[in-house]
C-alpha cells in the first residue's frame, strides 16, 4: 500500500509558475512508477506526464510538453510537477498516481492521491 498526498496548488495568474509536490508513505516509493493526472470540471481525468521508477524516462501530454517538467526524489519518498507559463486552460484538480506500469491510461496506476486544485485566472 502507497499513501501520496499532494500540495502546492493554488489560485494564481497567468503566466506564472507553481510546483506541485506528491509526498509518497507506505511501501518503497521507487518501486513504482509515477504520473500526474489533472481533471477540469466536466470533463474526463486527463494524462499530464509520468516518471518512470528510477526517473530515466519521462513522457509529457503536448499540451504541457515544454512547460512543465515531472521528476522525483526517490530519497525523499517525493514527486514533484514543476509548472511553468500557467494557462487558465491548466486550471483542473491535479492528481498524483503512482504504479508498477509507466503508462499513458489512469488504469495503469494503482494508487491515488486526493487531488490538489490549480486555479489560473487570466
Known amino acids: 500500500q502507497v499513501q501520496l498526498v499532494e500540495s502546492g496548488g493554488g489560485l494564481v495568474q497567468a503566466g506564472v509558475s507553481l510546483r506541485l509536490s506528491c509526498a509518497a508513505s507506505g511501501r518503497t516509493f521507487s518501486s513504482y512508477a509515477m504520473a500526474w493526472f489533472r481533471q477540469a470540471p466536466g470533463k474526463e481525468r486527463e494524462f499530464v506526464a509520468a516518471i518512470s521508477r528510477s526517473s530515466g524516462s519521462t513522457v509529457y501530454a503536448d499540451s504541457v510538453k515544454g512547460r512543465f517538467t515531472i521528476s522525483r526524489d526517490n530519497a525523499k519518498n517525493t514527486g514533484y510537477l514543476q509548472m511553468n507559463s500557467l494557462k487558465p486552460e491548466d486550471t483542473a484538480v491535479y492528481y498524483c498516481?503512482?504504479?508498477?506500469?509507466?503508462?499513458?491510461?489512469?488504469?495503469?496506476?494503482?494508487?491515488w492521491g486526493q487531488g490538489t486544485q490549480v486555479t489560473v485566472s487570466s
Open positions: 498516481a503512482a504504479g508498477s506500469s509507466y503508462s499513458y491510461s489512469p488504469r495503469g496506476y494503482v494508487y
